[in-house]
């Protein structure tokens, strides 16, 4: 006889009612067995377990009452609706329909006893019940109330409550039957077994702790919590085994060519820059691939971090190749590299989306050909007919703009195996995520900034006060400062973004004659870019105006006030970056956050963070604390922040203990390592095998 299927082969079609088109209803959710369904858990509950007598209902209550129709009537006032008042001998209460039909009217009529269950308002009549679920009853036999707490599930168009509850009911009937796998150790269960954890999470009792269930606390919450992350932190050192047994070449360090490189510097490396560049230079020697995610704040010098790592791949023979997820950025990458490897007899070549023609094509030749051993460029490099004779190193930098996928396709653009990795970003991850998010990467922090650097004075001010911030920008720059005015239209066009810059950059000139206003935002093309920050950075332009695209890698150490429009708008850590362009010289310097009023209860936290410090930690931990790990890395891009149950602020005491226990599987449990990355990472778990 062959085996019967588990709960993972059935699929949803085996559930009673579910035809084609309902199943492709669900595969859209990604649920195509009665195990999906299973892990499809309720967002949230009602409470319908017990019938509340009318005169005890308070307004804001759910509740489910019993009553006789007394009258129901089509009533005529702002909106036509059906208003149905019925009482139970304690009290009366209106249900208002303002979407019903002639049917409906008929059905309650005067001395119909019915059951209903909705949220009590206070209204016209008094408390009113709006669109509520009733059903007729039978006074001889009223139905019982419902044992258990009614799960609301997330949905989508076509699927309503009751088809989830009724999916859900067969696929724990089924569950009884098929007893779903046990994969985490005793001691990490937490006491509670799968089935029971899915049982109750579905059907809660009566008297479940519901503040426990709502804020995703309850023990049966974190029995699932705790195994989904399990399941993500062994995909990602699975990746990363994966990658490491390809091997990489061993690059040895070369003292000459970094002792060079350190003596054309006009300045020296701090503690934790030359910390960093140890644990790189100790990486790159090794023959298997570095996977090393750098963070280091604004300013910290990463760059120079980056340089010295190429310098080793280089001075091996090996090409090194550096990605950035902006033209601007790519651009004062390629300066800087530019400025410190020529000297050095290292050719650098450049390559973005906008390069066309006979250039471009000298380019990829150089690149195919190893005559260009630097390459720098945007998500171009990624593109099929690049390919690097001997890639040796790739630098990404702002690794949470990549895809997993863009970063994993590296090594396919050489014949020589996988190249090494170093990853830089300057938006901090808080520990917590890093240890998720990260998990197969090794992290180093540049934790130190260079001598000089002033912290930035930051202010929150009105919109209300714009003539005084026209007033402080002239008196910066009759006193030969530069100054940045940021324009910010999150959620529109990128062309409404550059219509509003170039709005403000015609106000500022007319209100300021004596001031030279430049402008610069994302549909400008390159060339014309390029120009507008190289006349700002030789000081030919003041006030430069301009959209988020300034966000990172421009460095002007003239440039001592910021001002941000609509900052209320902006997350904490684009904020942080923002304010990362002034304060690099030493004189004292002052972002101004400019709001629209009212302010959110978010906004306004978001902005007093700001205010109360300059460390990009404490920041990306209030960043993580208000909006959650995927609007922190600025993607949902890896399968692992799709998490179903989990959540890495609300979880994050979990993780030491998701770090042991993964271990503890791969060390003494390895064939159920595949089957449980494959019960939670089913469709995202691909992305490893790029």
């Not at 007729?136 to 076509?158: I, K």
């Not at 089924?174 to 990490?188: D, F, G, I, S």
């Not at 579905?202 to 399990?230: C, I, K, M, T, Y």
Request: hydrophobic content about 40%.
């Amino acid at each position: 006889m062959p085996e019967p299927l588990t709960l993972d082969q059935l699929p949803v079609t085996a559930l009673t009612g579910v035809g084609p088109a309902l199943a492709k209803k669900l595969a859209k959710l990604a649920i195509c067995t009665v195990q999906d369904v299973l892990f499809h858990l309720p967002l949230r509950y009602q409470d319908r377990t017990k019938v509340t007598p009318i005169g005890a209902l308070q307004a804001g209550q759910d509740a489910v009452i019993d009553g006789e129709v007394r009258l129901a009537d089509i009533m005529f006032g702002k909106r036509r609706s059906l208003a149905c008042r019925i009482q139970d001998g304690t009290g009366t209460v209106t249900l208002r329909f303002f979407h019903f039909s002639a049917a409906q009217k008929n059905q309650l009529s005067p001395g119909t006893l019915i059951r209903c269950y909705g949220e009590v308002r206070r209204g016209t009549s008094g408390f009113e019940l709006y669109h509520p679920e009733y059903s007729v009853v039978n006074a001889q036999q009223p139905p019982p109330t419902e044992a258990t707490l009614t799960p609301v599930y997330p949905s989508s168009e076509g699927l309503s409550q009751l088809s989830w509850r009724k999916l859900s009911e067969q696929a724990l009937l089924l569950m009884q039957q098929h007893q779903p796998q046990e994969y985490l150790p005793q001691q990490h269960s937490r006491g509670v077994a799968l089935a029971q954890a899915l049982q109750y999470l579905h059907r809660p009792p009566s008297n479940a702790d519901q503040a426990a269930l709502s804020a995703g606390l309850h023990p049966h919450q974190q029995r699932l919590a705790f195994e989904e992350l399990v399941a993500h932190h062994l995909s990602l050192i699975k990746q990363r085994q994966q990658t490491r047994q390809q091997g990489a070449p061993a690059l040895p360090y070369v003292a000459e060519i970094n002792q060079q490189f350190l003596q054309q510097l006009p300045f020296g490396l701090t503690s934790a820059q030359q910390r960093v560049a140890a644990e790189i230079r100790l990486d790159l020697s090794q023959p298997q691939p570095m996977l090393r995610l750098v963070q280091g704040d604004v300013g910290s010098g990463k760059t120079v971090v980056a340089a010295l790592a190429a310098l080793q791949a280089i001075a091996n023979g090996y090409q090194v190749a550096l990605m950035a997820p902006t033209e601007i950025l790519a651009e004062q990458h390629l300066n800087n590299f530019t400025d410190w490897l020529t000297p050095l007899g290292v050719n650098v070549a450049w390559l973005s989306g906008k390069l066309k023609g006979k250039q471009r094509q000298t380019q990829l030749n150089a690149i195919a050909d190893n005559s260009a051993a630097m390459v720098v460029g945007t998500h171009a490099l990624f593109q099929e007919q690049v390919v690097f004779a001997r890639l040796g190193l790739a630098i990404i930098d702002e690794q949470h703009r990549f895809g997993v996928h863009q970063r994993l396709a590296l090594k396919e653009k050489t014949p020589l195996g996988q190249p090494h990795q170093l990853i830089m970003t300057a938006t901090p991850i808080p520990r917590t995520l890093a240890m998720s998010a990260y998990a197969d990467l090794d992290t180093s922090i540049i934790d130190e900034l260079p001598p000089g650097r002033t912290p930035v004075n930051t202010a929150v001010i009105s919109n209300s006060r714009r003539d005084e911030l026209v007033a402080r920008v002239a008196h910066a720059c009759a006193q030969g400062r530069q100054v940045y005015w940021v324009c910010t239209l999150i959620d529109e066009s990128e062309a409404l973004e550059a219509q509003a810059a170039e709005h403000t950059a015609e106000l500022l000139k007319t209100a300021l004659p004596q001031v030279r206003v430049g402008l610069v935002h994302g549909r400008m093309k390159a060339a014309d870019k390029a120009a507008t920050m190289q006349a700002y950075k030789a000081q030919q332009i003041d006030l430069l105006v301009a959209t988020t695209v300034i966000e990172v890698g421009v460095d002007v150490p003239n440039a001592s006030l910021m001002i941000i429009e609509n900052a209320e708008r902006l997350g904490l850590a684009q904020l942080h970056q923002l304010r990362g362009r002034v304060g690099r010289g030493g004189t004292a310097s002052h972002c101004l956050l400019m709001y629209q009023a009212p302010l959110s209860q978010q906004g306004k936290a978001r902005l007093q963070a700001m205010r109360d410090s300059n460390d990009g930690f404490v920041i990306a931990e209030k960043d993580l604390q208000l909006r959650g790990p995927g609007e922190l890395l600025g993607t949902r891009q890896t399968g692992l922040l799709q998490l179903r149950i989990a959540d890495l602020q609300r979880d994050s005491h979990l993780l030491p203990a998701v770090k042991h226990c993964a271990e503890q599987l791969l060390a003494q449990q390895q064939p159920i390592v595949a089957p449980l990355i494959q019960r939670w990472l089913a469709d995202s778990e691909q992305y490893a095998q790029v």
